[in-house]
């Protein structure tokens, strides 16, 4: 098998086991796709230094301080896949309030309350 054939093997299963089958929303052009799918997630969410839940965390963090909404509905989800529990997102959101705003964390709150509400924790 190719490099790129057991990237893209690798990540089409590491998207399956994140997300649960495929994100929901706009689909990706196809070539970005591709890049998402043997670039991102099979060789770089694949390192060692990080494990799959610490690599969440970060995504999930980055993306609240970036306001990015569509993407934490995404990775809010993942982060629930992989069997991170909900304090542990809630406590990541409440320590970026401090560094990328208050409106910033309203705003993830709002959606982690949609991705995951607090009865199903």
């Known amino acids: 098998m190719s490099d790129s054939n057991d990237k893209r093997e690798k990540g089409i299963a590491l998207t399956k086991?994140?997300?649960?089958?495929?994100?929901?929303?706009?689909?990706?052009p196809k070539k970005f796709g591709k890049y998402t799918v043997e670039h991102l997630?099979?060789?770089?969410?694949?390192?060692?230094?990080?494990?799959l839940e610490e690599r969440?965390?970060?995504?999930?963090?980055?993306?609240?301080?970036?306001n990015?909404?569509?993407e934490q509905h995404i990775h809010f989800r993942a982060a629930r896949n992989l069997g991170l529990p909900r304090d542990r997102i809630?406590?990541?959101?409440?320590h970026a309030a401090h560094y990328a705003g208050w409106p910033v964390a309203a705003s993830a709150f709002r959606v982690l309350a949609e991705v995951w509400p607090e009865e199903e924790a």
């Open 17 to 28: 086991k994140l997300l649960s089958g495929s994100p929901r929303g706009t689909r990706l």
């Open 41 to 51: 997630f099979g060789d770089v969410w694949q390192g060692e230094e990080l494990s």
């Open 56 to 66: 969440s965390l970060v995504t999930c963090t980055i993306l609240v301080a970036l």
């Open 68 to 70: 990015r909404e569509a």
């Open 90 to 94: 809630e406590g990541m959101i409440t």
